[in-house]
Structures are given as structure tokens and as C-alpha cells.
């Protein structure tokens, strides 16, 4: 094994891009001094790890709930909720196999094993990216409802709503893959399974950041930035007509697209401040090796992205209305929500 590679771990190596050189880490993690080259000290980050189970319960049971109220609320099996609903199934496989293999390769297991080890050091990246191309259909969804309304029957019907989340989902699981496919490094001789020794982090920062991550959120953002901007644009020119039923339904009509934009344009900025902050701390590791980077800064990046999984739920149901009614009534042992009002949807 490479001397250079790091000889102590703990929880804090965990999807993160650590520099070859592990002195240059805080010195908080050190659980002890340093041993004979290959020789490894495994401890585990007991608070961490709580932590990563209290989010794996959320993200689990919270996106089991969007799921049946989709399938028990009629009103809310629309095109645009059957890929929240895609998105909800990331954050299961997150909270349910993601974070479960993230505790196993935390202690450096499987080992001996190098394509488990990847595959088990790629599901997440496989369900972030599932959950990234989930908030990308979303948007365009939105975007060919406001500016192509005319063609928005044809175009995002059930059938295609359900092969679009397929592609993705495919898509996904190709991306995350690519390290088993050969982009990889040199598995060390102890055989241990930490990430920052499997994981080819040029492969995580210019492929998986730079186009699959970072591309698609500033598409997404100028997606959102127009759709607000033409909405606001409308709303305007509506409220300067003459008052009638037709200006006063088209008025309305207008406030349910703006807030049906701003509540998923919040998904999109939540998924976006929870993950960012890794993904810039594996940019500056890998173009600067010997930077110093605290642990405790590091853990809060991981856990803040993790937790992303089960914060969806909890901004359904505060932004809108019939996600809220549903979650209530299935929680209270109702098999569907009471009906609510086309004004209510979202």
C-alpha cells in the first residue's frame, strides 16, 4: 500500500475527498498516535453515526409517506407529483441502503472486495443523482405548463411522465457506476474499503460535480428564474386590464402556477445548501492536497447532505396544502384525504 495513503480512520472519511496526506487534517482526527505504515485504526464516530441513523429513519418513513399519499389521494396524481414521488424513492434507497453501506464502509467493510466496495461506495452517488434528474424533470415540467400550455396534454401525459422517470433513473445508476467500470484507484493491500482510498476524486469532482451535479442545478435555476419572471410579468399585465370573470380566473390561475413554482423551486434550493457544501470541501481537497480541513467541518458537510433525504417531506407538507391534508389523514388511520379544492393541489 502507498505510505502516503492515510493510516487512521474514523467516520469522517465517509463520501468525502481527504487529502493524501492526513496530518495535514485537523488534529481532532486522531484517535491515537500514529501506527506502522498498513497497520489501521478503525474508530467509529459514535454522535456521527446516531445521527446517520436518526436521518436514515426520517428519510425512510418520511418518503414512505409521500408515496402512499400520491397513491391514495387522487388529486395529487399529477405529472409533477409522480416525479416528487421518484424523487421520494431516492431518498428512501438513501435512508434504507445508502446510509446503512456508508456505516459498513465507515469501518472499512466489505474487504477484499473491490467491485462490493465500489458498488457499496456508489449508491449513494447513484440516488443523489436519481434525486437531481427527479428535480430537473420537475422543472422542465413546469416550464412546458407555463410557456407551452397548449401542448402541455400531449406532451406530459402519465405514459411519458413514467418513461422519463425510467431514463433517469437509468441515467443515474450509469453515472454512478462509472467506478466500477474502471475509474477507480489501485485498492490498498490492507483491503480495506474507505472511500478516499477506492474513489478516484478527479472522477467526483470533474465528472460527477462539475457535469452531472453542478450542470443541471444552474439549468434548473434559469428554468425557475424565467418561470418567475414571466409569471410575475403576467400578473401584472392581468391586474392592469379590466376587471371580469375571465381576468379574475386567468388572475388565479396565475397565483396557483407561482405557487405551485415556489414551493418545488424550495426542493430544489434545499437539495442545492445541503449538498453544495460537500462537493466544494472534495473541490478544495483535491486542488489542494495539503490544505487543512477541520473535522468538524467536514462532518457537518456529510451529514447536512445526508440529511437532505428527509427534509422533503417536512416542506410538503408545509407548502402545500393537499400533501398536508393527506399526511394527516394517513397518520389519523384514514385510507384517503378528505377533497380539497383545485386551489389547494399545491
Known amino acids: 500500500m502507498d505510505n502516503t495513503a492515510p493510516n487512521v480512520f474514523n467516520a469522517s472519511y465517509l463520501f468525502s475527498a481527504f487529502p493524501q496526506h492526513l496530518q495535514n487534517v485537523s488534529s481532532t482526527s486522531f484517535s491515537s498516535p500514529s501506527p506502522p505504515p498498513n497497520t489501521f485504526v478503525i474508530s467509529l464516530n459514535v454522535p456521527y453515526m446516531a445521527a446517520e441513523l436518526v436521518i436514515a ?119 454512478g457506476l462509472v467506478p466500477l467500470m474502471g475509474w477507480h484507484k489501485t485498492p490498498p493491500d490492507s483491503g480495506y474499503c474507505f472511500f478516499v482510498l477506492v474513489v478516484d476524486m478527479t472522477y467526483m469532482v470533474y465528472f460527477n460535480f462539475f457535469a452531472c451535479v453542478l450542470t443541471p442545478l444552474v439549468i434548473m435555476f434559469l428554468i425557475y428564474a424565467q418561470i418567475f419572471l414571466t409569471v410575475k410579468r403576467q400578473v401584472r399585465r392581468i391586474a392592469s386590464e379590466q376587471r371580469g370573470e375571465r381576468q379574475a380566473r386567468a388572475a388565479a390561475s396565475m397565483r396557483r402556477e407561482m405557487k405551485t413554482a415556489t414551493s418545488l423551486f424550495l426542493v430544489l434550493f434545499l437539495f442545492t445548501v445541503c449538498w ?71
Open 57 to 175: 429513519f426520517l428519510s425512510t418513513v418520511g418518503n414512505l409517506l409521500v408515496c402512499a399519499a400520491v397513491g391514495l389521494n387522487r388529486k395529487l396524481r399529477t405529472v409533477t407529483n409522480y416525479f416528487l414521488v421518484s424523487l421520494a424513492v431516492a431518498d428512501i434507497c438513501v435512508g434504507s441502503i445508502a446510509i446503512p453501506c456508508a456505516i459498513l464502509t465507515d469501518i472499512g467493510l466489505p474487504r477484499h472486495n473491490l467491485y462490493l466496495c465500489l458498488l457499496m461506495l456508489s449508491v449513494l452517488i447513484m440516488f443523489t443523482q436519481s434525486s437531481i434528474f427527479s428535480l430537473l424533470a420537475v422543472a422542465v415540467e413546469r416550464y412546458v405548463a407555463i410557456f407551452m400550455p397548449f401542448r402541455y396534454q400531449a406532451l406530459m401525459t402519465s405514459r411519458n411522465a413514467v418513461l422519463v422517470i425510467l431514463a433517469t433513473w437509468l441515467l443515474a445508476f450509469l453515472i
Open 276 to 346: 453544495i457544501p460537500l462537493h466544494i470541501i472534495n473541490c478544495f481537497l483535491l486542488l489542494c492536497p495539503h490544505c487543512p480541513v477541520p473535522l468538524e467541518l467536514l462532518l457537518t458537510a456529510i451529514i447536512l447532505s445526508h440529511a437532505n433525504s428527509a427534509v422533503n417531506p417536512f416542506l410538503y407538507a408545509y407548502t402545500m396544502t393537499a400533501f398536508r391534508d393527506t399526511f394527516k389523514a394517513i397518520l389519523l388511520g384514514c385510507r384517503t384525504a378528505r377533497d380539497s379544492g383545485d386551489d389547494r393541489n399545491m
